[in-house]
């Protein structure tokens, strides 16, 4: 085969050119990179303060700058165990990596369109708002406030009811960080504040914060366990409770002998109340043993014989062959048919052919 342009300078052969391309092709498919056996998982872990850098999630990246600017969201009731809150969804951003830990910070909630749209209606009013503010340590947020009346209000209402629970909402925030309010949302104070102001223009059925909005960040006040803490935590935790697992698994061990002794002696209390086929699996299981000493017996010594006649309760007087038959003849078919099978024998025909085909 040719390989190259052609001494006369005509155009090489289609053959040779596709060989040349696909050789090529698997050059580069050799040389091309496993982006998965690139990636490495990352613990996602929420915010210091007030959740201690708990373990949320997990997420997948080849590089800790592509897990950076991620948002995670996560149900309340996941988060701290209430399930009055199943219909709030909390949302989180990585702000930093450190080894396999994705550290995030708190940028919001928002409670699920369901549960919204089960609050309204026809009878009832709404008063809906949206309330941008800064908090004591500077973060710049959004709030929106929804209030469901019990009955239907004016128009003059509503907005004496909305001018109420802005003040309410912001004369909150100002005196209190971004952390208190966090807390407030999520544990239903600040609602409750609202609520009780809101009420003493019209009887109040519901109120929540559909979503909370982080804009702009201010000043991260640093308080609570460190990462460093936490992990330590989670190891020591993690070691006690290998050492329990441990310890009890040594303590419930107990002896092949003791263990055989129990089986022998609640086989022989129980054996007139259970039933005749947990009788018969617990004398196959019993006879498994005994079917290993009897294979071959016929090429046993004479004293093995012996003592195999008077285990079973059986005559040892006689010559050996007479033994062995008498054996032979104590024995249920199913074991005479097992002893047949190991010996490359048919297993078909009644008891005195089997016994008769094993003498032979």
């Given amino acids: 085969?040719?390989?190259?342009?052609?001494?006369?300078?005509?155009?090489?052969?289609?053959?040779?050119?596709?060989?040349?391309?696909?050789?090529?092709?698997?050059?580069?498919?050799?040389?091309?990179?496993?982006?998965?056996?690139?990636?490495?998982?990352?613990?996602?872990?929420?915010?210091?303060?007030?959740?201690?850098?708990?373990?949320?999630?997990?997420?997948?990246?080849?590089?800790?700058?592509?897990?950076?600017?991620?948002?995670?969201?996560?149900?309340?009731?996941?988060?701290?165990?209430?399930?009055?809150?199943?219909?709030?969804?909390?949302?989180?951003?990585?702000?930093?990596?450190?080894?396999?830990?994705?550290?995030?910070?708190?940028?919001?909630?928002?409670?699920?369109?369901?549960?919204?749209?089960?609050?309204?209606?026809?009878?009832?009013?709404?008063?809906?708002?949206?309330?941008?503010?800064?908090?004591?340590?500077?973060?710049?947020?959004?709030?929106?406030?929804?209030?469901?009346?019990?009955?239907r209000i004016r128009g003059s209402q509503k907005q004496e009811s909305r001018t109420i629970a802005r003040n309410e909402v912001i004369k909150f925030c100002a005196r209190s960080t971004w952390i208190n309010v966090q807390k407030a949302l999520l544990d239903g104070s600040l609602e409750e504040e609202v609520r009780k102001a809101v009420s003493k223009i019209h009887p109040v059925r519901a109120i929540f914060f559909r979503r909370s909005q982080l804009i702009q960040s201010g000043v991260v006040i640093d308080d609570g366990p460190t990462l460093d803490e936490v992990i330590g935590a989670e190891k020591a935790q993690k070691a006690s409770a290998e050492t329990e697992e441990d310890f009890f698994d040594e303590a419930i061990e107990v002896p092949d002998e003791l263990t055989e002794a129990v089986i022998d002696e609640v086989s022989e209390e129980t054996a007139p109340v259970i039933g005749v086929e947990a009788q018969t699996e617990m004398a196959e299981v019993r006879s498994a043993d005994e079917d290993a000493s009897l294979a071959g017996i016929s090429k046993k010594l004479k004293s093995e014989i012996v003592s195999i006649a008077k285990s079973r309760g059986l005559d040892p007087n006689g010559t050996k062959q007479e033994i062995v038959d008498r054996i032979h003849e104590s024995l249920t078919v199913p074991e005479l048919k097992a002893m047949l099978k190991e010996a490359g024998k048919p297993v078909s025909g009644k008891k005195a052919d089997l016994v008769a085909r094993l003498s032979e």
């Fill in 1 to 151: 085969m040719r390989f190259g342009r052609p001494a006369n300078g005509a155009a090489p052969e289609e053959g040779v050119v596709s060989m040349a391309k696909g050789a090529s092709a698997r050059a580069a498919a050799r040389r091309q990179k496993d982006k998965w056996k690139a990636k490495r998982w990352y613990s996602i872990r929420a915010p210091r303060n007030p959740w201690s850098y708990k373990v949320i999630g997990e997420t997948i990246a080849e590089d800790e700058s592509m897990v950076l600017g991620r948002h995670y969201e996560v149900m309340q009731n996941e988060l701290d165990g209430d399930f009055t809150k199943m219909h709030v969804k909390i949302r989180f951003r990585v702000t930093d990596v450190i080894g396999s830990d994705a550290l995030t910070e708190f940028v919001g909630h928002d409670v699920l369109k369901d549960h919204v749209r089960r609050q309204i209606r026809r009878e009832r009013g709404k008063i809906d708002d949206t309330i941008d503010l800064v908090t004591e340590d500077g973060f710049f947020i959004r709030l929106k406030p929804f209030i469901v009346t019990r009955h």
